[in-house]
């Protein structure tokens, strides 16, 4: 049960200016790019990069190319928070 303790939660980056998520429903990673993403400081969720899901760690998000690649049959949650 340890692994579902909960964190206290850091109120200072609650306001996120972007929310992306990707649903990746096939047998092999699959690499997403937009235009409209290159530049945004897209990162995985916080709640995700703290899973102990080793798959969604690989989940991966380029802001030069505005790429996301993201693993096989795994849904990524990414946010870039208000500056």
Do not use: C, W
């Amino acid at each position: 049960m340890e692994d579902y303790i909960a964190k206290p939660l850091d109120t200072t980056r609650l306001l996120a200016a972007h929310v992306v998520v990707f649903f990746n429903a096939t047998n092999t990673a699959v690499t997403f790019t937009n235009a409209s993403l290159e530049a945004m400081s897209l990162q995985l969720d916080p709640l995700e990069t703290a899973s102990s899901d080793e798959t969604l760690q690989q989940a991966k998000f380029n802001k030069r190319e505005g790429t996301a690649t993201i693993p096989a049959l795994t849904t990524a949650v990414f946010v870039a928070y208000q500056e």
